[in-house]
């Protein structure tokens, strides 16, 4: 029980994005030790190749992201999760990060069941596993919307956008030489949707505030109606007509001052951005 109570007080410990990599890796290694066990499981939460089949077990569409063929591909997707979901919770809070997510996890299963659909013979009649859609979405949303942002790759630093355009590539590239061409698919899928959500967010539309909105209704259809709570007695109340009603300011100074900041990166860029505001934004970001 201690060793349990010790997992859980690390667990509570980790950052928001830390304790979605912590789940992705829990399940991940969860289903392996299922898959050893009944071999048949492992085929229950992986995205089956044809709509029909997909109907039949409709989570699927949300738990392949959460599974993996092997370590090495555990490995990499949580690294790059790591750093570039970090990157973006500098500009965006938590909620959009998930929301971003999820919506490229979906995205990859409409392009891989689609594909799946038009091009049966060529895509193959593999399942599909692995969160990379999700992953694309986070890092091409970040090398669109901060292109000229520099990274450091071990031995030299490389633009955002360059990052970008060698993993459409390769995806690409993975396609038309019929190299896991179900995957490469859903490595699409995430990427359109992260390029999107950028391009949207520079124009100054939230598009993952829509769907985070979209999500919450949808979970809302499983939740039970509150009870309703009986009406009170109305009762007349007498107010001074001299009282002053207060009206509560419509943006506070420091939105203000992040729209103003993300106004300037929208007409220049991000490099355009002073130390200061640069810091200001940073720690807004945190909040």
Same mark, same amino acid.
């Given at each position: 029980?201690?060793?349990?109570?010790d997992?859980?007080?690390?667990?509570?410990?980790q950052?928001?994005?830390?304790?979605?990599?912590?789940?992705?890796?829990?399940?991940?290694?969860?289903?392996?030790?299922?898959?050893?066990?009944?071999?048949?499981?492992?085929?229950?939460?992986?995205?089956?190749?044809?709509?029909w089949?997909?109907?039949?077990?409709?989570?699927?569409?949300?738990?392949?992201?959460?599974?993996?063929?092997?370590?090495?591909?555990?490995?990499?997707?949580?690294?790059?999760?790591? @750093?570039? +979901?970090?990157?973006?919770?500098?500009?965006?809070?938590?909620?959009q990060?998930?929301?971003?997510?999820?919506?490229?996890?979906?995205?990859?299963?409409?392009?891989?069941?689609?594909g799946? @659909?038009?091009?049966p013979?060529?895509?193959?009649?593999?399942?599909?596993?692995?969160?990379?859609?999700?992953?694309?979405?986070?890092?091409?949303?970040?090398?669109?919307?901060?292109?000229?942002?520099?990274v450091?790759?071990?031995?030299?630093?490389?633009?955002?956008?360059? %990052?970008?355009?060698?993993?459409?590539v390769?995806?690409?590239?993975?396609i038309?030489?019929?190299?896991?061409? +179900?995957?490469?698919?859903?490595?699409?899928?995430?990427?359109?949707i992260?390029?999107?959500?950028? %391009?949207k967010m520079?124009? +100054?539309?939230?598009?993952?505030?829509?769907?985070?909105?979209?999500?919450? @209704?949808?979970?809302?259809?499983?939740?039970?109606?509150?009870?309703?709570?009986?009406?009170a007695?109305?009762?007349?109340?007498?107010?001074?007509?001299?009282?002053?009603?207060?009206?509560?300011?419509?943006k506070?100074?420091?939105?203000v001052?992040?729209?103003?900041?993300?106004?300037?990166?929208?007409?220049?860029?991000?490099?355009?951005?002073?130390?200061?505001?640069?810091?200001?934004?940073?720690?807004?970001?945190?909040?």
């Amino acid at each position: 029980m201690n060793f349990i109570d010790d997992l859980k007080r690390k667990y509570a410990t980790q950052s928001a994005l830390g304790q979605l990599i912590v789940i992705i890796v829990a399940v991940t290694l969860g289903t392996w030790l299922l898959g050893w066990i009944v071999p048949a499981a492992y085929k229950w939460f992986s995205l089956p190749a044809g709509l029909w089949a997909t109907l039949l077990q409709p989570w699927s569409i949300l738990t392949y992201g959460f599974l993996h063929s092997d370590i090495i591909h555990l490995f990499f997707n949580m690294l790059i999760l790591w @750093s570039f +979901g970090g990157m973006m919770l500098n500009f965006f809070n938590t909620r959009q990060l998930f929301t971003l997510f999820f919506a490229g996890i979906l995205s990859g299963a409409a392009f891989f069941l689609l594909g799946v @659909s038009l091009f049966p013979s060529f895509v193959g009649l593999a399942s599909l596993i692995g969160a990379s859609a999700g992953v694309y979405a986070v890092v091409i949303f970040m090398c669109a919307y901060q292109p000229e942002t520099e990274v450091r790759l071990i031995f030299f630093n490389l633009k955002l956008k360059y %990052i970008g355009y060698a993993l459409i590539v390769i995806s690409l590239a993975g396609i038309f030489g019929r190299l896991n061409v +179900g995957g490469n698919l859903a490595h699409l899928g995430g990427a359109a949707i992260g390029y999107y959500a950028a %391009i949207k967010m520079k124009e +100054g539309i939230d598009i993952l505030k829509g769907l985070a909105s979209m999500g919450d @209704s949808f979970m809302g259809l499983f939740k039970s109606s509150p009870k309703k709570e009986k009406k009170a007695k109305m009762k007349t109340v007498y107010r001074n007509k001299n009282t002053k009603k207060s009206t509560p300011s419509n943006k506070s100074e420091q939105q203000v001052k992040i729209d103003s900041i993300l106004d300037k990166i929208s007409a220049s860029g991000y490099e355009s951005l002073t130390k200061a505001e640069k810091d200001f934004l940073f720690k807004a970001g945190k909040d």
